[in-house]
């Protein structure tokens, strides 16, 4: 009986585990628009607006626009390059992946090209 019991487990297990959903990741809908980045800063709430077309970014923050180009590498992943560097971290640049999405988020992981050092984040699409 016991055998019996561990064959009905095993298969409940199976068909439980292809019934979990997957997270969304519907990338395109997210590689043009207007979108809003918050993030704590000195621990501060910090607000980053920025508009993304299919081939450049322009950052609004704390009264400062910066602008990158953006290559993309998939659907979900793409390299951005600060067009006008002010110092030398600025010229590095910088790696983005869409890692989930939703109706008008995408959670994201971030870092310098070359660096294992990653942050995540959450941009919300507002136009």
């Keep these: 009986m016991s055998l019996y019991k561990g064959l009905i487990l095993g298969m409940l297990l199976v068909l439980f585990n292809?019934?979990?959903?997957?997270?969304e990741r519907n990338c395109k809908k997210f590689r043009t628009g207007t979108f809003e980045f918050k993030t704590l800063l000195n621990g501060e709430l910090a607000t980053t607006r920025f508009v993304r077309n299919d081939s450049i970014e322009i950052?609004?923050?704390q009264n400062k626009s910066d602008t990158s180009s953006i290559r993309w590498i998939n659907n979900c992943?793409?390299?951005l390059k600060n067009l006008n560097p002010k110092n030398r971290k600025e010229r590095k640049a910088l790696h983005l992946k869409i890692l989930t999405t939703?109706?008008?988020?995408?959670?994201?992981?971030y870092g310098m090209v070359g660096s294992s050092k990653k942050q995540q984040g959450t941009a919300k699409k507002i136009n």
């Design 18 to 23: 292809n019934c979990t959903k997957a997270p």
């Design 102 to 109: 939703n109706k008008d988020t995408y959670t994201f992981e």
């Design 77 to 79: 992943e793409c390299v």
């Design 59 to 61: 950052d609004f923050f």
